[in-house]
């Protein structure tokens, strides 16, 4: 059974930093499409960076501020959040697809993902 475990949310001001994780089980990260969308309240589901073993994609408004990464020891994906912004303040879902190309992940806002975690709060205050 495929499961995600998001972890790491929280409350922080403008400029801070958050890393959010999100353990997998049921397959290997490595071998799967795998990333984050958020969704802030009053709006729709967007693609925040996806991952395909060597090609990660971002969304343009968190590149140069987001870092995708992963352990496969660990089988953990991971976000890392710089310079946050008030307008990045969401629920975080880390979600997985056995095959999907990461652009298109991003740009659907996730529709083409199958396995979603319950989610995580960011908070980014002025």
């Known amino acids: 059974e495929v499961q995600l475990v998001e972890s790491g949310g929280g409350s922080v001001q403008a400029g801070g930093s958050l890393t959010l994780s999100c353990v997998a089980s049921?397959?290997?990260?490595?071998?799967?499409?795998i990333g984050w969308f958020r969704q802030a309240p009053g709006l729709g589901r967007e693609g925040v960076a996806v991952?395909?073993?060597?090609?990660?994609r971002y969304t343009d408004s968190v590149k140069g501020r987001f870092t995708l990464s992963s352990d496969s020891a660990k089988n953990t994906v991971y976000l890392q959040m710089n310079n946050l912004r008030p307008d990045d303040t969401a629920v975080y879902y880390c979600?997985?697809?056995?095959?999907?190309?990461?652009?298109?992940?991003?740009?659907?806002?996730?529709?083409?993902?199958?396995?979603w975690g319950k989610g995580t709060l960011v908070t980014v205050s002025s």
């Open positions: 991952m395909r073993a060597d090609e990660i």
């Open positions: 049921g397959f290997a990260v490595g071998d799967w499409t």
């Open positions: 979600a997985a697809r056995q095959r999907a190309w990461p652009l298109v992940a991003i740009t659907t806002g996730g529709n083409a993902m199958h396995h």
